[in-house]
């Protein structure tokens, strides 16, 4: 399976092979935040769902996201 970070319908980072992946792109980008109950949960509008497509390798953390 591959995961991304979404805003809407556009995939924001490159795809991760796991959902792991996906959120600590995400934590490194600043974009999590930790809710009253103490979940994580991601900033307005993002999410970190499901995508079609192979996943990225990707040795520069710093180049998670696609600049488009």
Known sequence: ?????????????????????????????????TDRHGNRVLDNHLEIRFCNGEPEE??????DFRIS
């Open 58 to 63: 990707n040795n520069d953390a710093g180049a």
């Open 1 to 33: 399976m591959a995961y991304a970070v979404f805003e809407d319908e556009e995939r924001l980072t490159h795809i991760f092979a796991t959902e792991q992946e996906a959120w600590e792109a995400a934590e490194r980008a600043g974009l999590v935040e």
